[in-house]
């Protein structure tokens, strides 16, 4: 399985950011998928995960400014994020799991997408 993950840019506080992460293979809706991020000198970190059957979570810092969501029919996992701050800047991964779940620490996933640098200014 590959993971693309794409919609990476420089925002402006306040402003909006659409990740999607595109899977290879005829498995993708029995995925779970997350998406975690990495800011410079920090760990990565849990940011948003859905389960094959659709329910979702966040990390508490996003809860109320970011969806998670899933079109299995194109493969892909989509994370949209508004109010965006200056301290969600940082590499964006996607991360697929064969257990059909979302978890909050990375053991959990099978798969990695490259990762997508999100930048927002202030």
């Known amino acids: 399985v590959q993971l693309q993950a794409s919609g990476g840019g420089l925002v402006q506080a306040g402003g909006s950011l659409r990740l999607s992460c595109k899977a290879s293979?005829?498995?993708?809706?029995?995925?779970?998928m997350g998406w975690f991020r990495q800011a410079p000198g920090k760990e990565r970190e849990f940011v948003a995960g859905?389960?094959?059957?659709?329910?979702?979570g966040f990390t508490d810092s996003v809860k109320g400014r970011f969806t998670i969501s899933r079109d299995n029919a194109k493969n892909t996992v989509s994370l949209q994020m508004n109010s965006l701050k200056p301290e969600d800047t940082a590499v964006y991964y996607c991360?697929?799991?064969?257990?059909?779940?979302?978890?909050?620490?990375?053991?959990?996933?099978?798969?990695w997408g490259q990762g997508t640098q999100v930048t927002v200014s202030s």
């Open positions: 859905i389960t094959r059957s659709g329910s979702t």
């Open positions: 293979g005829r498995t993708f809706s029995s995925y779970g």
């Open positions: 991360a697929a799991s064969t257990m059909g779940s979302y978890y909050t620490g990375s053991r959990g996933y099978n798969y």
